[in-house]
């Protein structure tokens, strides 16, 4: 793991390697010092994984219209390509590299006509944890987005279902409430 400090040293990675990862956080924030932590405690090989404390790096979050830390930002190339937020334990880390790097050595076809998939959790939720861990098991890339942290995709989330339950998954614009796993399977052609 590297710390970096500004976008300008962030372009220049992203050119060297297919697979970039960056934790943004904020020192001295509780949920940040745990996202570090379980970060540091991992070994992954063949890839680039870098951090950015948002005290002092100001252009990252900026760049990629982050508005909340944690946040571990996933990049293919020079591309972004998902926000994961809020503190995951270390295993949902590992899970989450290896299956990138899965992906690119696979050159698999059928991600690109993958629908685009957002989930609405909270970091205390079993079931979110469940449906995440099922996602990344298949490779799917989503936006996850911790309604108990962001109040405006909270409401929108029950603007669309009705619901205020979580997780809640957004598939191609269809909301599925709770861990359907079979229309989740169907959905997604999995």
């Known amino acids: 793991m590297k710390a970096i400090k500004s976008h300008t040293e962030l372009l220049k990675t992203l050119k060297q390697n297919d697979q970039t990862f ?3 956080y904020k020192s001295g924030a509780e949920q940040s010092d745990c996202a570090l932590k379980n970060l540091k405690n991992l070994e992954i090989k063949n890839t680039a994984i870098l951090t950015a404390d948002v005290a002092n790096v100001r252009d990252i979050h900026i760049q990629y219209a982050i508005t909340s830390v944690p946040s571990f930002l996933e990049f293919k190339g020079k591309d972004f390509k998902n926000n994961y937020k809020g503190c995951q334990s270390g295993e949902y880390y590992k899970n989450l590299v290896e299956s990138s ?3 690119i050595s696979a050159k698999d076809d059928k991600e690109s006509s993958h629908k685009p998939v957002t989930v609405y959790s909270t970091p205390t939720c079993s079931w979110c944890t469940t449906l995440k861990n099922h996602l990344n098991k298949h490779g799917v890339r989503y936006t996850d987005i911790d309604i108990s942290k962001n109040q405006s995709a ?4 029950m603007a669309r279902s009705g619901q205020q339950g ?3 998954t957004d598939i191609g614009g269809e909301m599925i409430v709770g861990f359907d796993k079979n229309r989740i399977n169907l959905l997604l052609e999995i």
């Open 22 to 24: 960056v934790l943004l």
């Open 154 to 157: 909270a409401q929108s989330m």
């Open 101 to 103: 790097l899965f992906k």
């Open 166 to 168: 979580v997780p809640q």
